[in-house]
């Protein structure tokens, strides 16, 4: 929610206990309000079902056989430190002024930090296929790094560094 002009999630942001200081809540902005705080995440949720959040393998594992786990080295592990953190709360996507104006064509900051985690993810192998879904005029060139997102993530995490590094993916064809 937006607690005092900043988008936070209510359960980290400190109240101040002078009683002669207001404290300002109210939902989280650009978002359709069902009910006194509670806002419609329905479209933010459908563009992150569209990126397909989950391991994608080529080869099937052949019927009757046990499914095994796909192990990943522990540097390639560590690529995705920042990335899987995200909570999904919007934070970002609502601070975002390429959001507010394109919310129906552009992904926003925190479904973009989710598709690069997926994009760079060793075990995935649908890559290049993730990368032509985001090729796009608004799904992800819509982001003028102005950097809302970055400053604004209850978990310190970097959508803008991760939205720069999708764009430089999708120039050079493979991850970066």
Known sequence: MNINGQNNLAC????????????????????????DL????????????????????????????????????????????????????ACCSTSCPSYWWNQDKYLGPAVLLQAYRWVID??????????AHLDDAYKIYRCKTIMNCSQTCPKGLNPGKAIAKLKQSLHKGSPV
């Not at 060793?122 to 990368?131: H, I, M």
């Open 12 to 35: 980290l942001s400190k109240v101040d206990r002078d009683p002669s200081k207001a404290s300002r809540v109210a939902p989280l902005p650009h978002m359709f309000v069902i009910k």
């Open 38 to 89: 509670v806002v419609d995440m329905s479209n933010f949720y459908a563009q992150y079902k569209s990126i397909q959040p989950y391991i994608q393998k080529k080869t099937a594992t052949p019927e009757g056989q046990p499914k095994k786990e796909f192990y990943q080295s522990k540097e390639s592990r560590a690529k995705l430190d920042g990335l899987y953190e995200c909570i999904l709360c």
């Open 122 to 131: 060793s075990r995935d192998d649908f890559t290049a296929e993730r990368l």
